[in-house]
């Protein structure tokens, strides 16, 4: 069975703070997306990473891929109450499988 | 634009009653539908996919059922509820394009009492 970790699954900060969200598996993806989920709604694509070691920004939002292409990281700088949402890895191979998910919270 | 409508949002039934989500698509041809589970706050699980009518997949034996009567709608059903069915049900649908994102419904909450 394909599992992907995150890590943290719960994260409490305050406003201004930097964090970073780990997703990590013993498989090797073809590419692996981020979503970010708000209460009531389904998940929203943030990104896509395709190539092992790529990196891609989304304003203060940066995701990483790993070399191996096994794992990821999304770290968030100056958070802001706005981020607050759950956020889903997805790796694929022959199928899409999503990760265990954070729970972030942004306090102002 | 494409857009994906699935109802209800919330939805009360007593264990047994029989069960149906509606999932359509907007604005795009021959899309690969499915139908996910969510635990509360967590990651999601896939129930089925479909890449064309008729065509249904399940990934997961358990007490529902879905179908693709039409190219761009997709139901998940049951005819008799367990208590564990309960969860946040997900429609979704991506193009045939390889690395296709996921376009997610908002959501049907289900509550088996």
């Known amino acids: 069975t394909q599992l992907l970790e995150q890590s943290p699954q719960f994260l409490s900060i305050q406003e201004g703070e930097n964090l970073t969200v780990y997703c990590n598996s013993s498989?090797?993806?073809?590419?692996l997306q981020w979503y970010r989920q708000e209460p009531g709604e389904g998940p929203v694509l943030l990104v896509t990473?395709?190539?092992?070691?790529e990196v891609k920004k989304l304003k203060r939002l940066t995701f990483q891929f790993g070399d191996a292409r096994k794992d990821s990281s999304l770290h968030i700088t100056a958070a802001q109450p706005g981020d607050t949402g759950l956020y889903l890895c997805?790796?694929?191979?022959?199928?899409?499988?999503f990760g265990t998910g954070t729970r972030l919270q942004v306090f102002p | 634009s494409q857009t994906i409508h699935q109802w209800p949002a919330t939805l009360v039934q007593p264990v047994g009653s029989p069960l149906s989500l509606e999932c359509t698509v907007e604005g795009t041809s021959n899309p690969n539908l499915y139908w996910y589970r969510q635990a509360a706050g967590r990651g999601l699980q896939l129930l089925f996919y479909s890449v064309g009518i008729g065509q249904i997949s399940s990934e997961v034996p358990q007490n529902l059922s879905a179908s693709r009567p039409q190219d761009r709608q997709f139901i998940l059903s049951s005819k008799k509820l367990l208590l564990s069915d309960s969860g946040f049900y997900l429609c979704?649908?991506?193009?045939?394009?390889?690395?296709?994102?996921?376009?997610f419904g908002n959501g049907t909450r289900l509550t088996v009492t």
């Open positions: 979704a649908w991506t193009d045939n394009d390889y690395n296709s994102p996921l376009h």
């Open positions: 990473v395709v190539t092992g070691g």
């Open positions: 997805a790796g694929e191979t022959d199928k899409l499988i």
């Open positions: 498989s090797v993806f073809s590419s």
